[in-house]
């Protein structure tokens, strides 16, 4: 059984910055893709940015990109998300996700298992 635990989040202004973290557990993490969603309220879940194995490709959403940064240190078996001029439409519960991901690390359904979430609030 995989776990995962995500750590980092609270209250920032805007244009601050935050660190995410997620530990995993039960299963060789270097193994696997990592990668980070959100989702605000009465909003659906979506992809923020996802590493591959290894680190070598990144991906982020167009949301995101240039001011948020996705990387793992697999010795700590551990994925962060670097979390720069936040704005208020960050706002939102960010899960870290696990997976094979065969296809395309922007989907959820490429993942197997999900942490529980940790919140992000950016005021304005």
């Known amino acids: 059984q995989v776990q995962l635990v995500e750590s980092g989040g609270g209250l920032v202004q805007a244009g601050g910055s935050l660190r995410l973290s997620c530990v995993a557990s039960?299963?060789?993490?270097?193994?696997?893709?990592m990668g980070w969603f959100r989702q605000a309220p009465g909003k659906e879940r979506e992809f923020a940015a996802a590493i591959r194995r290894s680190g070598e490709r990144t991906y982020y959403a167009d949301s995101v990109k240039g001011r948020f940064t996705i990387s793992r240190d697999n010795a700590k078996n551990t994925v962060y998300l670097q979390m720069n001029s936040l704005k208020p439409e960050d706002t939102a519960v960010y899960y870290c996700a696990w997976g094979k991901v065969a296809g395309t690390p922007r989907a959820a359904y490429e993942y197997d298992y999900w942490g529980q979430g940790t919140q992000v609030t950016v005021s304005s």
């Open positions: 039960g299963r060789t993490f270097s193994s696997y893709a």
